[in-house]
């Protein structure tokens, strides 16, 4: 292993392995004090960042850095390839990650601080940083998935970090279970590719399949794409996930995990290129997902959730241009609107605070900015329109009538049946018993 | 100093790890004290004979010496986990006679000890002294099994009169009807669909953790892996009819799960419908499904004892009426028994990190493999599965924290070295999951030989009139 092979497994491993130290020692009983802690991410965070500037010191020449750790398993003709790289594609959002992590890391110590919750943010913070940085430096799309499922379950955990309130944890859930139904596309696109070329890797070139078969990929991978990037018609959770603390919004929804979709269509893009109706079907939804942001943005009453929404109409052109084939203007992008909206998520809490400063230092209101691009519409329209703004777009009400209502029928009918086959023997349905908790039957510790 | 020879003979260490439970089990309802210590060393008396066992066995062959270390870690596990309430003589006895007679299951190559084994597992749910089931549908399925198992060994002794499993391997012994019956027998004990009603009421009724051992024995399993796959391999034809009801059983209790609010009936169908790919794995006939369906029976086995284990712990500690239908925001009490539940819990629906991840991967991959479309469900049940337990953990431990306890015990010394042990075995076989995937890998080429090489020989048929060989002896 030479020095860039070395750098590279340090900046994705050492977040991963201070959570797992930590975590471990928790759950031992030993709980580290709030400085230490900080100054142990702060430390693994900056390390990681001048590793990173190593890393692109040593890949300037345009060379990429494979590592292959041989196979995470494997049984018979099927393997699971350990493989890192970081190549133009990856070191990007590798940079992206480490900073921003670390930036975050650093503004909470102040803005948690004495949080009951301290330590269980750090500790999903890095596991969030772990999980993305596998999910980006990941040599294949298994790996990739491996990634991306930590980077979905650090997200719940934090959307519902305030767990005293039901809102958020109730939050939490809708967001896992959208999580959970896209991730399925993942699963079976990535089999489908091992079945198709016999790999998922692309280290060394990318999986060789014919039009109908990139097609069919395409479309499976565009699911799970969809679904993390809160396209069209998944962008109802984005708003609920707002309950999570402002850093992890901020590293969360402003930057990292949501562009990790359109980093997944970036690496599929060889097979993107290959399929005119998946590229297409990218754009359109990158298209309706843009229209849908800014308008229901406007209506938006909270300083969090119309920078998700402004977000998420920047995510959906990201879209559109990862559809048009134009890979590094989409890179561009997403560097620019993830830094910007860090900034603003974080400063979001004191926003009328910097209002009223930079009042004061024009000596005055800041003039209005003129007519609104709606105003030009009719008033019934208007209306229309901000009634179907201010429901986000009936999405989530779509969501729960047709998918989550008849799903819950269909397990209510199915419970009928089973407490009616115990009617018939004149037993007592185990289901009836009381639902409520009366409080404990015995103190005591046993 | 040399051990002599003949104890670590494999016969010895088999019946030393058979016999020592059983005998505790007497001796324990003979004297009724120190109940939690008599059954953990004889717990550990069989963890060790397990492991040298599994020590001496070749690599492609150690399933079951790794399945009797699997099971004995699991009942000392539960011995220690098993609160001050529950720890009577009678429940330790039973333990350790389900212990005995699951490890007699696992070693025996005979098919009448097979036939006892299975009859003695379920003796501690029939007897009203030990762990009798409350409602008729457990009492009916295991009941139903046995006879259904009996009359399979029954006529597969008249056929071949040939009691040695190992003689029998590819003969089709019994034909069509002994299949048939083999079928029924899984589909009861196992709890497959339509079957699949007992599973639940077992674990609202009875006691947690003896029902857990119970359930993680997989006998429905053990009798695919041990006689159905070796002796009817040319049953491509009828075999994959258990592989979609072990498919459409994990749909259907995905589903059925998603609406439940008792969180043991809950937890029972989860383990239910995770268990449930290990048959559709198992029958996959690809190396990586039998390969995933064995690594997950080790992962579905340790997460169900343990999602047992600390739902009973948080019953004793915070009432017997938990339920999944409001926040009861429990953590803010027992934060180290929440996090242990939400490893175990995301172990089972294959999180990242952790076995669960690798075994669901084979077993998605080989599903998918061998029946491209049906094995869809699979991901689709998964799926249903980790949101059901994320609604268990979010209505279990979060929201806002109940007061009025005057004690508020998060995991006790004992409890906390049990689960962190737990823990450690599922997220150490994540992050190396090669060292227990490539043993299990060896096993699962043999298999998948077998069955190729019987169906190249007669593909699609099931032998009518299976050929008689000499009668052998018991080994």
Not at chain 1, 294 to 301: D, E, H, N
Not at chain 1, 411 to 437: E, F, Q, T
């Amino acid at each position: 292993m030479n020095f860039s092979q070395a750098i590279l497994v340090f900046v994705v491993a050492a977040p991963g392995v201070v959570f797992a130290v930590f975590a471990l020692l928790w759950l031992l009983g030993w709980t580290p004090g709030e400085r230490f802690l900080s100054w142990i991410t702060g430390l693994t965070f900056a390390a990681s960042a001048f590793g990173i500037t190593a890393l692109v010191w040593t890949m300037a020449s345009g060379s990429t850095v494979t590592v292959a750790f041989g196979n995470w398993f494997a049984v018979g003709d099927y393997h699971f390839p350990l493989v890192l790289m970081a190549d133009r594609l990856s070191l990007p959002f590798l940079a992206l990650t480490v900073v921003l992590s670390g930036l975050v890391a650093q503004f909470s110590a102040t803005y948690l601080h004495r949080e009951p919750g301290f330590l269980r943010f750090f500790l999903l913070l890095h596991l969030f940083a772990f999980g993305s940085l596998l999910a980006f430096a990941a040599g294949s799309f298994d790996l990739l998935a491996a990634g991306w499922e930590l980077v979905g379950i650090t997200s719940v955990l934090l959307v519902g970090f305030f767990q005293l309130r039901p809102a958020p944890v109730e939050n939490g859930l809708r967001v896992f279970g959208i999580y959970r139904a896209c991730d399925i596309g993942l699963f079976v696109g990535v089999f489908a590719m091992h079945h198709w070329a016999g790999t998922a890797s692309f280290d060394r070139g990318f999986p060789t399949l014919t039009g109908a078969q990139a097609l069919i990929v395409c479309l499976l991978l565009l699911l799970p794409a969809a679904g993390k990037a809160a396209q069209i018609p998944f962008s109802g959770w984005l708003p609920r996930a707002m309950e999570g603390p402002t850093p992890s919004s901020a590293i969360f929804y402003g930057a990292i995990s949501i562009h990790a979709g359109a980093y997944l269509l970036l690496r599929a893009q060889p097979l993107l290129a290959r399929s005119a109706v998946a590229s297409a079907l990218v754009m359109l939804i990158g298209l309706a997902t843009a229209i849908h942001g800014t308008i229901v943005g406007r209506a938006s009453a909270d300083a969090k959730t119309s920078l998700a929404y402004a977000t998420l109409t920047q995510v959906g052109i990201v879209f559109i241009e990862i559809g048009f084939g134009w890979k590094w203007l989409a890179v561009a992008h997403i560097l620019g609107n993830a830094t910007v909206r860090t900034m603003q998520f974080l400063r979001a809490p004191s926003m009328l605070h910097d209002y009223h400063q930079m009042h004061s230092a024009i000596g005055g209101e800041v003039s209005p900015t003129g007519k609104q691009i709606e105003e030009l519409l009719p008033a019934r329209i208007q209306l229309w329109l901000y009634r179907w703004a201010f429901d986000r777009g009936h999405l989530d009400t779509i969501l729960d009538r047709w998918v989550i209502d008849p799903l819950l029928q269909a397990s209510n009918y199915l419970a009928k049946h089973d407490r009616v086959g115990m009617s018939w023997i004149a037993i007592r349905p185990s289901n009836a018993a009381p639902i409520s908790i009366q409080g404990p039957a015995k103190q005591g510790n046993d | 100093m040399s051990v002599p020879g003949w104890v670590l003979h494999a016969p010895f260490l088999t019946g030393v790890s058979v016999g020592v439970p059983w005998f505790a089990a007497v001796l324990i309802t003979g004297c009724r004290r120190h109940a939690r210590i008599i059954g953990c060393v004889a717990a550990f008396v069989s963890i060790v004979g397990s492991l040298v066992l599994l020590a001496d066995a070749p690599n492609s062959e150690s399933l079951y010496q790794a399945l009797m270390l699997l099971f004995s870690c699991l009942t000392f596990s539960a011995t220690l986990l098993l609160p001050r309430r529950d720890c009577t003589a009678g429940t330790i006895g039973g333990i350790l006679f389900l212990l005995g007679s699951t490890l007699l299951a696992y070693s025996t190559g005979n098919l009448l000890v097979l036939l006892a084994a299975w009859i003695l597992s379920i003796v501690p749910f029939l007897w009203a002294g030990w762990f009798r089931a409350r409602s008729w549908r457990p009492l009916a399925s295991l009941l139903l099994s046995t006879v259904a198992l009996a009359l399979a060994i029954g006529l597969i002794l008249i056929s071949t009169s040939i009691i040695s499993i190992n003689h029998l391997k590819g003969q089709s012994p019994g034909g069509v009807p002994a299949f048939a019956l083999l079928v029924m027998a899984v589909i009861f004990r196992k709890g497959i669909c339509p079957a699949h009603a007992w599973v639940a009421d077992i674990a609202e009724t009875g006691p947690a953790l003896p029902t857990a051992l119970l359930l993680n024995g997989h006998f429905g399993a053990l009798l695919v892996a041990k006689l159905i796959v070796p002796l009817f391999p040319r049953t491509d034809s009828v075999f994959p009819v258990l592989s979609y009801l072990a498919i459409v059983t994990a749909v259907y209790v995905a589903v059925r799960a998603l609406g439940e609010n008792s969180p043991r009936r809950l937890v029972a169908f989860l383990a239910l419908s995770q268990s449930a790919c290990i048959l559709s794995g198992l029958e996959s006939r690809t190396a990586e499904g039998i390969a995933g369906a064995i690594v997950h029976w080790f992962v579905v086995a340790i997460s169900t004892v343990a999602l047992f284990g600390i739902l009973r712990l948080l019953e004793v500690r915070f009432g017997e009426n938990l339920t999944a239908s409001k926040h009861l925001g429990l953590a803010g009490h027992a934060p180290r028994l929440a996090v242990s539940f939400v490893i175990f819990g995301l172990a089972l629906v294959g999180l990242p990190g952790t076995l669960g991840f690798c075994s669901q991967d084979l077993l998605i991959h080989g599903a998918l493999t061998s029946h491209r479309l049906i094995g869809l469900l699979l991901p689709i049940a998964t799926a249903m599965n980790a949101v059901s337990f994320f609604r268990l953990f979010t209505r279990l431990f979060l929201g806002k924290r109940r007061t009025g306890f005057t004690v508020m015990a998060d995991a006790l010394p004992r409890e906390r070295w049990i689960l962190a042990a737990g823990v450690l075995f599922v997220v150490f076989g994540g992050l190396f999951p090669n060292a227990i995937v490539i043993q299990r890998s060896a096993e699962a080429d043999i298999v998948q030989e077998a069955i190729h090489t019987a169906a190249d020989t007669n593909p699609g048929k099931v032998d009518a009139h299976p050929r008689k060989v000499p009668i052998t002896a018991m080994p």
